[in-house]
């Protein structure tokens, strides 16, 4: 053995879950004595590869089992990309290569990119995880990200530095968060000192952390790791305060982190695989449940809460399995897996010691395949949502409700295990957030929900439909009616368009107030909702009421966000605004023509049908006995009070703002 490494120390810092609170993973630090055997490495690619083999090696002896990081210069991957010394340390030490993630460093300026990719592609066909460290402070082209698509992007402490006081870099940081979902990663910060510091990381989107108010890099991986108890207002789950790391976690063998499948608009990245058991985009608004009204489970997804798995070979003993769960109080189970990683039987914990503490319970199961007190596995693919998990236990024997349920990937290989508890508290923390996000009167998802997904299909290049529809007269409807009947038309409006949206999953419908609403659907998918509004009576107080809807289509690429398109709704808006009955105007996004799909010219005389309502300026009808008859509204007059109706909205419905041409802020 080289003499150098007689000078050459390893420490271990934790990768914590910022969601969980718990360690996901063990950072390994090369810390020489003396000399500089890092730059070394930085020249010498086959250096590298000895020291992270090393690190590996080096923890194999540290009772410590938990998922590993490793640093490679990029460099080094691009020109050895067998990675041997690394790849057999990894089998020496009797891990699988799903447990161990390569942390990719700069610089990248010399690096060839193809064979960089196609190492990262070979190491992930092998299970391992790819790591993209000190972002936000490196060389690595934003390119370069795109197409190696990252298991997790870290980003250097020095940018996460102060980020509750420099605005710029918390939207920094936000920024990467959406990247790293479209991508189908995590993101991780470094340089968490203070639970201040900790906050802002966690209000910015941060997922994962280290830092010395977790537990600094010490020669021994750390027993404990503190996590505050405070928990920052905007954070969707909180933190347990605190977590036991490896050396008690004995046989932990899982992927350190779990990252989502890749939106399906992304192309093939370097090796990955999208993973199994997910679903498919989810459509329409979010209903009591946690289901969107496209019947698709919504809410968290299962990569923020994945733990470290305890694994044992499908042909562990009884006894094994015992001295497993024994000497681990922790761990709540024990899964049997196959060579390739493929979860077989699940062994919890209470029933396995009560099948063996039972009267000559040892003597009939110690030395007998541990298989035969098992269970078959419940798993979910890496790209599920709490709300799947929850399913998956609630079509499973009572017994089992507390069983830990694991996360498997594209080939079904165990890459870690969720706890029920940290689900039920995460959709708990995601219900209270839900509805407070939720209009009161008819329970659909304001404005915000309804922008964000139009930025997120314009950023994958998608054409859109943006729709804004509201009620003619909406004030009259309240000072004729009441406010009473003016909530149950607003509540009758919602349900419709929710009922409408139920039927395509690509459909959104938000409230933004009163009695406007948005939503947004495929070009292909407008003459369904516009059906379901306009083409029903609807009335108020006994007397008809008339609905305007106007309609942007944006090709993809006409438009760069949801701000443009509310631009261009509000002449639409208005133009329909100027027909008589329901009325519908549309148009392509940079075109002048404007399509009028619904409605009549202001004057056009046409009967009532339907039922008879309440609303607007009264217009007296003849032949009805006594000379009287229920009231029609025509829009001509009520455009004259359109900005009173913005302004004095009644009941739940009120708006606080009026005469907005744009699609309005979130509410």
């Known amino acids: 053995m080289p003499a150098w490494t007689d000078q050459l120390r390893f420490a271990y810092q934790p990768v914590v879950n910022l969601t969980t609170g718990s360690v996901a993973a063990l950072e390994i630090l090369a810390r020489p004595e003396r000399g500089d055997v890092l730059a070394q ?78 190492a990262v592609a070979g190491l992930r066909a092998d299970g391992f995880r790819i790591c993209a460290d000190g972002v936000g402070d490196g060389d690595i082209p934003l390119r370069l990200l795109g197409d190696l698509a990252p298991d997790i992007i870290k980003l250097d402490a020095s940018l996460c530095t102060d980020l509750d006081v420099r605005p710029g870099r918390a939207a920094v940081v936000r920024m990467v968060r959406q990247l790293c979902d479209e991508l189908g990663g995590l993101l991780a910060v470094e340089g968490v000192e203070t639970e201040r510091s900790y906050a802002a990381v966690r209000r910015a989107g941060a997922q994962l952390g280290q ?108 006894e094994e399995v015992r001295s497993r769960l024994t000497g681990l109080p922790d761990v709540s189970g024990v899964l049997l897996v196959d060579a390739d990683g493929v979860p077989v039987r699940a062994v919890d914990r209470n029933r396995f010691l009560l099948s063996l503490s039972g009267r000559y319970g040892h003597a009939l199961y110690a030395d007998r395949p541990a298989l035969r007190l098992g269970d078959r596995p419940r798993t979910v693919g890496a790209d599920a949502t709490a709300w799947e998990v929850l399913d998956v236990i609630a079509d499973g024997d009572r017994d089992r409700t507390g069983d830990d349920v694991a996360v498997v990937d594209g080939r079904g290989r165990c890459i870690g295990v969720v706890h029920l508890a940290d689900i039920l508290r995460a959709l708990a923390e995601s219900r209270v957030e839900e509805a407070a996000r939720l209009n009161p009167l008819t329970r659909l998802p304001g404005s915000d929900a309804v922008n964000a997904e139009v930025d997120r299909r314009l950023a994958q290049g998608r054409a859109v439909a943006v729709s804004w529809l509201d009620v003619d007269g909406f004030k009259q409807v309240n000072d004729g009616a009441g406010f009473a009947a003016g909530d149950e038309l607003i509540r009758s409006v919602g349900a419709a368009l929710a009922r409408a949206a139920s039927g395509d999953a690509a459909c959104r419908v938000g409230h933004i107030g009163g009695d406007d609403f948005l939503v947004l659907t495929d070009p292909d998918g407008l003459d369904a909702v516009a059906a379901a509004v306009l083409d029903v009576p609807w009335s108020a107080g006994g007397r008809p009421v008339t609905l305007s809807l106007a309609t942007v289509v944006c090709p993809a690429g006409t438009v760069t966000g949801h701000a443009e398109a509310a631009a261009a709704l509000a002449p639409l808006k208005k133009a329909a605004k100027g027909l008589s009955g329901a009325s519908w105007v549309l148009s392509r996004h940079g075109s002048a023509h404007q399509e009028v799909r619904r409605g009549r010219p202001t004057g056009t005389t046409t009967s009532t049908t339907g039922p008879a309502s309440a609303g607007s300026t009264y217009q007296p009808a003849s032949g009805y006995p006594g000379g009287r008859a229920p009231m029609a509204y025509t829009k001509e007059p009520h455009r004259r009070e359109e900005q009173g109706r913005k302004e004095h909205g009644h009941g739940e419905h009120g708006r606080e703002e009026h005469g907005r041409e744009e699609l309005p802020a979130p509410h």
Do not use: M, W
């Not at 290569?97 to 010399?110: F, N, S």
């Not at 989502?260 to 009591?288: D, F, H, Y």
């Open 41 to 118: 490495a930085h020249r010498s690619p086959a250096l590298d590869v000895e020291l992270a083999a090393l690190g590996i090696r080096h923890a194999a002896h540290r009772e410590t089992l938990l998922p590993l990081q490793v640093n490679l210069f990029a460099a080094t991957a691009a020109e050895f990309p067998e990675l041997s010394a690394l790849r057999a340390a990894v089998s020496a030490a009797g891990r699988r290569p799903c447990e161990v993630t390569v942390d990719l460093t700069g610089p990248y300026t010399h690096v060839p990119a193809g064979a960089l990719l196609e």
């Open 211 to 318: 830092g010395h108010l977790f537990a600094p890099p010490a020669r021994r991986p750390a027993a404990e790791v503190f996590v505050p108890a405070q928990i920052p207002p905007a954070a969707p789950v909180p933190p347990a305060p605190s977590a036991s790391a490896a050396s008690t976690a004995s046989s932990v063998s899982a992927a350190p982190f779990v990252s989502p499948a890749p939106s399906k608009s992304a192309g093939p990245v370097a090796g990955r695989e999208p993973a199994g058991g997910g679903t498919s985009e989810a459509g329409g608004g979010l209903e009591a449940g946690g289901v969107a009204a496209g019947g698709v489970a919504a809410g968290p997804p299962v990569a923020q809460f994945v733990q470290p798995a305890a694994l044992l070979p499908v042909t562990a003993s009884a």
